[in-house]
């Protein structure tokens, strides 16, 4: 890998404006320098749009990384404003009096590499002033975690009391834990996996799929079209289709089951055509319309390929024994209704890494989305990882 070092000792003291976060959510951008990836790709410069909330004591003790998922962002908490137009993804879970109590931890989630939110990704603008668009690289998890790592170092925080992520950001937390155990105390996982299978995959390229076939798409370069117009329906099937993933057979068969959206009739025929829909499809071209509008069609490419890449023991002689290697303390989450990263994909995390504990359960109808749902019973879990650093 193309990944120059860089010094831990010497690390640039935390500034007053880094030790302490926002309560509603403040994105902040740094600069970590030119950045070559794993493709052989050199960017000049990687910006990093982050957010803090909290304050870092004098000893740098008690910082907490969150790693988020694949459509997920820096603002983990707060209300919609400037730069996010929805509320905080784990709002229930941070602030003050939450599970990741703020009054007691520095609580850090950065945008990641290849992201649409404020860091380096497609949308971004190349030296040349426009969008990377098809010119973006392929990046993978490693590349991803480097980025952070050089973050970590820019803000001046020397070792993470924590870094936790559910799915994409529970890949990243693995790989920390191996390339930089020196780095953090302990890690929490939910609903991911150390390889990504080949069900995984084939889920992944269907989605991707849908996005190339959109006429608007134009190998990427779409930002220059007018307002409104891009690859919009193909996004839409995609997320479509992620989301059957991400929700459980049980819950959309009791939620939905074959009833018709309100007011339509999916038997209802016009010229020989449907006129009508179940609620389920209703529902499932909801979710397309609302990713489709807050989210950028080539960083989903990006992303949802570097999850098809993952594979924790790639290089590292399996993930058998890159697992093997994984012994600060690890809470690994699961969730029974996963039907994304079953199970048994987190059962084998505990089984192979000696620092896991045991396999804590979400118990949820709704399936992989249980992280995002399941409130009480995932602050249960992350009371227990911090319980392991106090």
């Not at 694949?70 to 730069?83: E, I, K, Q, R, Y």
């Not at 269907?206 to 079209?225: E, R, S």
């Not at 006129?275 to 992303?303: M, P, Q, V, W």
């Amino acid at each position: 890998m193309n990944y120059g070092p860089i010094a831990y000792e010497g690390l640039p003291p935390a500034s007053a404006a880094w030790r302490e976060g926002d309560p509603v959510g403040d994105r902040r951008f740094i600069d970590v320098g030119s950045f070559t990836t794993e493709s052989g790709f050199t960017f000049p410069n990687v910006t990093v749009a982050y957010e803090t909330w909290g304050t870092l004591n004098d000893e740098g003790t008690n910082a907490v990384y969150i790693a988020h998922a694949l459509t997920g962002d820096s603002h983990v908490a707060g209300p919609a404003g400037v730069g996010h137009k929805t509320g905080g993804w784990w709002d229930a879970l941070v602030g003050q009096g939450k599970a990741i109590n703020t009054d007691e931890w520095f609580v850090v989630c950065a945008n990641i590499l290849g992201g649409c939110q404020g860091t380096t990704g497609p949308a971004s603008l190349a030296p040349d002033g426009k969008p990377w668009g098809s010119r973006f690289p392929t990046v993978t998890i490693e590349d991803m975690v480097e980025v952070e790592f050089r973050f970590t170092n820019a803000i001046g925080i020397k070792r993470w009391a924590l870094m936790l992520g559910p799915s994409l950001g529970g890949m990243r937390v693995l790989d920390w834990m191996i390339r930089y155990p020196e780095r953090l105390a302990s890690g929490m996982v939910l609903g991911t996996t150390a390889a990504v299978s080949a069900d995984e995959i084939g889920t992944h390229s269907a989605q991707l799929a849908a996005i190339y076939a959109d006429p608007y798409f134009l190998n990427g370069d779409f930002y220059d079209q007018p307002i409104g117009q891009g690859p919009h329906r193909g996004m839409g099937v995609a997320r479509q289709f992620a989301h059957l993933t991400y929700r459980s057979e049980a819950e959309l068969e009791e939620r939905f089951g074959r009833e018709f959206q309100n007011g339509e009739d999916p038997y209802a025929w016009h010229n020989g055509k449907r006129s009508g829909r179940f609620a389920l499809e209703s529902y499932l071209e909801h979710h397309a319309d609302k990713l489709a509008r807050r989210f950028d069609a080539n960083t989903y490419i990006a992303l949802t390929n570097a999850m098809s890449f993952f594979d924790l023991g790639r290089g590292r002689g399996g993930a058998d024994v890159a697992l093997a290697g994984v012994t600060a303390p690890l809470t690994v989450v699961g969730i029974n209704t996963d039907r994304l990263f079953p199970i048994h994909q987190q059962q084998r995390i505990v089984d192979l890494a000696p620092g896991a504990d045991q396999l804590h359960v979400v118990e949820s109808l709704v399936g992989h989305d249980g992280f995002l749902v399941e409130d009480e019973q995932v602050a249960k879990f992350v009371k227990i990882a911090l319980d392991k650093i106090r």
